[in-house]
C-alpha cells in the first residue's frame, strides 16, 4: 500500500490529492503506522509509507502567508517559512486565514535537556560491566592514577529460550580514558582470561568514545567482551551506561547505569 501510494504521489501530486481512492489510502496507511510499534513492519514496509505520507504532506502543503503565530496575544512573523521561539515563550496559537479542511502543523524542539535520566534494567537480555587492574584484580575508577591500565569485562546473555540475532553492545568510554586494543586475543590476552567465554562477534565498530560490537547469543547464553583502555587524561569524568539490544525488536534490551570516573595526576593541585 505504501509503494502505490508513494508512485501516486509521484505521478499526480497535488492534483490527486483529492481522489476518494488516494484519501482511503492515506488514511488506511496512517492508520496501520500509528497503530503498531515500528518493529512489527519491515525496513522496506516503513520506508514506503513514510515515503508516501511524506510525499502527500508535502504536497498538500501551503504557504505560511495565510497563517499567524500569536504568542502571548502578539502576533509573531514568519521566517525561512516558519517560526523560532525560546524556551519559556508562554502562551502560543496557530491560527489559518480562510482554512477549510483538514490542516497540520510540524512542531520541532531542539536544546539539551537537563535532566535525562536513561532507563536501566534487563529485558530479554542481560549485560555486565566492571573494571580489572592488569593483575586481573577488580579496579575501582573513581581514583586512577593517570596513565594506568584498564581493561574492560562486559558479559552479555541471552536470558530467552530462543537465539537472538542481530544484538548491538555499545560501550561508551569517559572522556579521560582511551581505547588502547581493542581486539585481545592470543599472547595479548592476559593469562587471567584464558578461561573466559568469548563471544565471536561479527563485526566491531570502534570509535574515540565508545566500542559497538554485532552479534547473536544462543537462548540461555552468555559470552564474555574484553578490551584494553588506559586512562590518558587527568579530571572527573562522566562515566555512560552500557547497553545491548536487539536492533530489530525494541522489546529486548539490557542497560547498566554507568556512574562517575576520575583520573588523578602526579601533581598537588590536580592541574597542570
Given amino acids: 500500500l505504501g509503494m502505490r501510494l508513494s508512485v501516486y504521489q ?3 501530486g497535488a492534483d490527486g490529492g483529492d481522489d476518494p481512492s488516494a484519501v482511503a489510502a492515506a488514511d488506511k496507511l496512517a492508520a496501520a503506522v500509528a497503530r503498531s510499534q515500528s518493529s512489527h513492519y519491515t525496513t522496506q514496509e516503513l520506508a514506503w509509507a513514510v515515503s508516501a505520507l511524506g510525499k502527500r504532506a508535502q504536497a498538500a502543503s501551503v504557504d505560511v502567508a495565510g497563517a499567524s503565530l500569536v504568542v502571548d496575544g502578539r502576533a509573531r512573523a514568519a521566517k525561512d517559512g516558519g517560526w523560532q521561539l525560546q524556551d519559556g515563550a508562554g502562551a502560543v496559537a496557530l491560527k489559518m486565514a480562510d482554512l477549510s479542511g483538514k490542516a497540520w502543523a510540524v512542531v520541532s524542539t531542539a536544546g539539551v535537556r537537563l535532566d535525562d535520566p536513561v532507563p ?7 549485560v555486565r560491566r566492571q573494571f580489572i587492574d592488569a593483575a586481573g584484580r577488580s579496579l575501582d575508577p573513581t581514583g586512577l592514577p593517570l596513565g594506568t591500565p584498564i581493561y574492560v569485562r562486559v558479559d552479555v546473555t541471552n536470558t530467552g529460550k530462543r537465539t537472538q540475532q542481530n544484538l548491538a553492545l555499545v560501550d561508551r568510554l569517559p572522556a579521560g580514558w582511551e581505547l588502547e586494543n581493542p581486539r585481545l586475543s592470543g599472547a595479548e590476552r592476559p593469562a587471567w582470561t584464558q578461561d573466559w567465554d568469548l563471544w565471536s562477534a561479527q563485526h566491531m565498530n570502534l570509535r574515540d ?4 560490537i554485532f552479534g547473536q547469543l544462543g537462548p540461555e547464553t552468555t ?17 555512560p551506561p552500557v547497553q545491548i539490544q536487539a536492533m530489530y525488536d525494541p522489546d529486548l534490551w539490557s542497560r547498566q547505569a554507568g556512574g562517575a570516573v576520575e583520573v588523578v595526576g602526579p601533581w598537588d593541585d590536580g592541574l597542570l
Fill in 10 to 12: 509521484d505521478l499526480f
Fill in 120 to 126: 536501566v534494567g534487563d529485558h530479554g537480555l542481560k
Fill in 209 to 212: 568514545d565508545r566500542v559497538e
Fill in 223 to 239: 559470552r564474555t567482551v574484553v578490551y584494553a583502555l588506559r586512562a590518558v587524561t587527568a579530571g572527573s569524568f562522566v562515566l
